[in-house]
């Protein structure tokens, strides 16, 4: 058991790319938790696609000494995606590292954790990374940080991660200017868990962190919120292996196994205490992780439904953040309408669904969570465009907004401007960082962010912007569903509920689109776009013709219009009897191209 006093609990925040996980590998090297020779970079990114992207996912939790104390360091992810993350690692630590490149200065991301941690009292140390660089001004961002955030610009200290340069100073400041835990040992056990993931071999591996008492191996455990009970099979510490260890005590964090099945018993900010002797209440949670774009997913063989379905269950087990529920669509069969924190996760749990549990899934166009005012009174939840009611049977429609910063060079602020007005924008604000950088603040509706305002952020400024959001409720929206209709029939695949002035240009494109990649049938298809009864858009996919005139050869002219018509009116019949052939390649290709 570790001396109380001797004890630092801290994250690392930073904007993506700033070198967090970089910063967490000198620091592993420094303190011997790893060899040189079992030294790789990333070292606490343990996921295949963290590694080949270079971004966190999961947040890791490592046990470190230096000098006479012991480190446990929180690497968290520092995309926007993934805040919520970074909430609950912050919930288990007194004090962060804030990350700035010194190449970039301070990032949207940096500006939204770093609140999250004033929020919490936590004591920030503030690290300059990456002074190696050629294009590195570590004093002109020292200033920056001081102006924005207030910390003086010679306690900043200034680092390169990569090649280790002064990163001692940063382990001394850990020491010196983050507080040791409080918390009773000998009081009733209370901890927090912050994170959960699934062993195939031990089941639900916890990280936890002890606020008050002390957790034994092998006593009973009460998880309060679950109302579970469960035997502590081991508890231990990560140096970064697994290390077992008889008991933790307040302050101190390490892992607890306990033989539980569900990922759902043991979710992050659970608290656990003692079932002989248990606290008289929980810890205060934070809040749930709220899904904010839906779609659904679906097999491209009717075959992998079940195991697909197995599929979701076990990485549900790896990330509870996600949410599905079985739906069924006329085009694509049987599958699942999933909820995501936003696009990037999405993308996500899609790719690790398809490359380890060998799937291949079809995605629907991203959709997001609108509110609908029937008019009976009620209040009716949609996350699926093909399930809006007709126009007739609701009042009024509300979509979420978003509040969106941005950080860029000051050159490119017009063109930003005029990317959110085009995404029906509101801007709140606008503040020069330096004569150089701007922040600009907007209103957006998060049904125009989802799709490509990322990429079309990055591509207009160069790649030099950043951006992070926070939800800030709904708002009253003239919206509509345009349905795509393959021979007067609907297909749900393509419905979406987009603003009633940007209906025509989504109709007629997507109607073009198909029109080149459905193949020709034996009769005509015509393909419209529609808003309840009104046609806004008609392309037509032509029929194969038979020259039925071909063995004819001079004659009577009335010959050859016999057997057009003939052909007309079996084309007519066929019409009427048939219906349209669409492989389902066509489909991936056509809500690929949406991607």
């Excluded at 920056?144 to 991660?161: F, Q, R, V, Y």
């Excluded at 957790?215 to 290390?243: C, W, Y």
């Excluded at 899934?361 to 509110?371: D, F, K």
């Amino acid at each position: 058991m570790s001396d109380q006093s001797k004890i630092r609990n801290l994250s690392i925040i930073a904007h993506i790319d700033h070198g967090k996980s970089t910063l967490a590998d000198r620091m592993l090297e420094l303190c011997g938790a790893v060899e040189a020779r079992d030294m790789r970079a990333q070292y606490l990114d343990s996921m295949d696609i963290e590694r080949e992207r270079g971004i966190t996912i999961k947040l890791q939790s490592v046990r470190l000494k230096w000098n006479d104390h012991v480190i446990n360091l929180i690497d968290t992810p520092g995309h926007v995606d993934f805040g919520y993350e970074v909430s609950r690692s912050l919930a288990a630590c007194e004090g962060v590292v804030l990350v700035v490149d010194a190449a970039q200065g301070i990032e949207a991301q940096t500006l939204a954790n770093t609140y999250l941690a004033l929020e919490n009292d936590l004591e920030i140390v503030a690290v300059l990374n990456k002074i190696d660089l050629p294009a590195a001004d570590p004093d002109r961002y020292a200033m920056e940080i001081e102006n924005i955030l207030g910390i003086p610009a010679e306690d900043i200290i200034k680092i390169s991660a990569k090649t280790g340069d002064n990163v001692e100073a940063v382990l001394d400041a850990i020491v010196e200017q983050i507080p040791a835990p409080a918390g009773d040992r000998d009081g009733e056990l209370q901890g927090l868990i912050f994170d959960s993931h699934f062993d195939s071999y031990r089941g639900v591996v916890s990280s936890v962190r002890v606020m008050n008492g002390t957790m034994k191996s092998r006593e009973k455990l009460l998880f309060m919120q679950a109302g579970a009970t469960h035997e502590a099979d081991e508890i231990g510490v990560r140096t970064p292996t697994n290390h077992p260890v008889d008991q933790l005590a307040a302050g101190e964090v390490g892992y607890l196994i306990a033989g539980i099945k569900d990922v759902r018993e043991a979710r992050s900010g659970e608290t656990v205490t003692s079932f002989v002797n248990p606290a008289p209440e929980p810890l205060d949670g934070y809040r749930e992780p709220q899904a904010m774009v839906f779609c659904g997913l679906y097999p491209i063989e009717g075959d992998d439904y079940e195991p697909f379905r197995d599929a979701l269950d076990k990485l549900r087990l790896d990330d509870g953040s996600f949410t599905f529920e079985p739906e069924t669509s006329t085009a694509l069969g049987f599958g699942f309408r999933c909820g995501f924190l936003g696009l990037l996760h999405m993308e996500i749990v899609r790719e690790r669904l398809e490359r380890e549990f060998d799937l291949n899934l079809i995605a629907t166009i991203p959709s997001v969570e609108y509110r609908i005012e029937m008019t009976n009174g009620d209040e009716r939840v949609v996350d699926n465009p093909s399930a809006l009611p007709d126009q007739v049977e609701w009042n009024a429609i509300y979509e979420p907004y978003l509040k969106a910063s941005m950080i860029a060079p000051s050159d490119y602020t017009g063109t930003l401007m005029e990317l959110c007005q085009t995404r029906r924008g509101q801007m709140d604000a606008m503040n020069y960082l330096s004569p150089e950088r701007v922040e600009l603040v907007y209103r957006l509706p998060l049904a125009e962010v989802v799709v490509d305002f990322f990429d079309q952020l990055k591509s207009r400024t160069a790649g030099y912007a950043s951006l992070d959001y926070e939800p800030v409720g709904y708002e009253k929206g003239d919206l509509v569903r345009v349905d795509i209709l393959f021979n007067g029939e609907r297909v749900d695949a393509f419905s979406t509920i987009v603003h009633r002035d940007n209906a025509y240009e989504y109709g007629r494109k997507t109607a073009e689109k198909l029109k080149e990649i459905i193949p020709r049938q034996q009769f005509e298809v015509p393909i419209q776009a529609a808003i309840g009864g009104k046609i806004i858009a008609r392309e037509t996919v032509r029929a194969f013709r038979k020259d039925v005139t071909a063995k004819l050869y001079g004659g009577d002219v009335t010959r050859k219009n016999k057997l057009l018509k003939k052909q007309k009116e079996g084309k007519k019949k066929m019409k009427n009897i048939g219906t349209v052939q669409i492989p389902p390649d066509t489909f991936i290709r056509a809500l690929r191209l949406d991607d």
